[in-house]
Structures are given as C-alpha cells and as structure tokens.
C-alpha cells in the first residue's frame, strides 16, 4: 500500500506489516483513506482528531447548505414609534441571518379606507434596513393585509451575540468547559414576542366579527325572498276570487 505520514510526506509503497509498525513507533494510528486506488492509499494520523475535523466540516457544510427561512413581522397602521423600532430591529437580525423577512401591515375596521398610512408605515421599515436590504418586488395589498417583501444584500454580516457576563452574580450554574454558553435572555426579544403574538391575536378576533356581519346579510336576504313568496301568494288569491266572481256573473240556463 501506498503511505502518507502525518506530515504529508510520501513514504512510498510499503508492505502492510511495516506501515503499521511505523504508525505505532508514532503513536498514531494508519488510516486507509483511497481503498479503490491501486495500490491502495493509507495515512499516519490521529484517527480522534481526524474524526474530530471531518465532523467540524460536515457541520460546517450543513450550515452554509441550510435552507433560507421567511420570517414574518406584524405591525398597525398606528404602530407607536417604539414598536416599529423593535420591529425593524429585529427584521435586521432576521436579515443578517441570512433569512428573508416578510413585513405585514394589518388594518381593520375603518384603516382600511387609509391604505397610504399602512404604506408609510412600511416604507419606514424599508427605509431604515436600506443599507442591508432591498424591497422584493412591490409593496401589495390583499385583504386586510398590506405586505412588503425584504431580502438581505450580499456580504452583510450577522450581529455578534451577547453572552451572558456573569453567571454567578445571577445565581445561576457556571457552565462546565467545553459546553456552550447560553445567551442571555433578551427584554426585547421578549417585547417583540409579545406584540407579534398581540397583533395575530387582533388578527384573529377580527375574523369572527366579518363571518357575523356576513350571516346577518345572509339573513336578511332570507327575509326578503319570503316576502315576495308571501306577495305572490296574495296576488294567486287574488287572481282566484276574479275567476270566481266571473263564473258567477256568468248566465245560467
């Protein structure tokens, strides 16, 4: 078999018993690497550390692979100031992420007679993610729903995120070496959870509403079929009580 040593040097086409007392004087291990070459091909290594790295490259792999995600974000017509800046805040972590972000502007009742206030509201948005995104195609309303479409530019980088400082001072365990630090728990990622969550709520609570007023429509329409089938029984009334009274007009013999 053909033998690379762990400094990459070739050390030739060597007999099987003889590669393997090599890797042993090394205290490292053979590795059969190309089995269908002729020879055969084998390296001196650390079998752990090469399992180690070939993992780390798989995993890295994977992520660089990793689907892109469309994450959405809510907001009003009459979204505060500080909400739409927690929005947007958290449209441009979506964004640096790699994903795209799907921003919807809900109306209801009256705001839908002011579709250019939901516009605004959007393009604001837009406007303070210009440097790291571009509007997708048109901003479009269907429905109740005014939405806008934002993809990531090429080299935008992730947001670096924050590890919690001390572990200690907040009484919590100190993690053991070699395990993952946890990031530490964000107020606003919390406020924002908690507005998206009450604007779906809205959302939802506004539909039930729009399936009564259309039952109530449905209703009345019944009602007004009944009265003409109540009318055109008076006028079959009618026509009989005429026939009746010419057959009694007419002579007898």
């Known amino acids: 078999m053909r033998v690379i040593d762990d400094q990459n040097a070739q050390l030739g086409v060597l007999p099987t018993r003889e590669a393997i007392d090599i890797a042993r004087d090394r205290d490292l291990d053979l590795i059969l690497v190309a089995p269908q070459a002729q020879p055969p091909v084998c390296r001196i290594m650390d079998y752990g550390k090469y399992k180690y790295e070939k993992s780390k490259r798989e995993k890295q792999a994977h992520k660089k692979g990793a689907a892109t995600e469309l994450k959405m974000v809510r907001l009003h017509p009459q979204t505060s100031e500080h909400d739409r800046n927690v929005v947007i805040r958290h449209s441009e972590k979506f964004l640096r992420e790699g994903h795209k972000v799907r921003a919807v502007c809900q109306?209801?009742?009256?705001?839908?007679?002011?579709?250019?206030?939901?516009?605004?509201?959007?393009?604001?948005?837009?406007?303070?993610?210009?440097?790291?995104?571009?509007?997708?195609g048109y901003i479009t309303k269907q429905g109740r729903d005014m939405t806008m479409n934002l993809t990531v530019k090429p080299g935008v980088k992730p947001l670096p995120k924050v590890i919690k400082e001390s572990w200690k001072a907040k009484g919590q365990a100190v993690p053991a070496p070699g395990e993952p630090e946890v990031e530490e728990p964000d107020a606003e990622e919390l406020e924002f959870e908690a507005l998206q969550a009450r604007l779906e709520a809205e959302r939802k609570a506004d539909a039930p509403d729009d399936e009564?007023?259309?039952?109530?429509?449905?209703?009345?329409?019944?009602?007004?079929?009944?009265e003409d089938e109540d009318v055109d029984d008076d006028d079959v009334e009618d026509e009989a009580a005429e026939d009746e009274t010419a057959d009694d007009a007419k002579p007898s013999h």
Do not use: C, H, M, W
């Open 107 to 136: 109306f209801k009742g009256r705001e839908n007679a002011y579709p250019e206030i939901g516009r605004k509201q959007l393009e604001k948005v837009a406007e303070a993610l210009a440097e790291i995104s571009t509007i997708e």
């Open 212 to 226: 009564e007023d259309d039952t109530d429509d449905d209703i009345v329409a019944e009602g007004d079929e009944s």
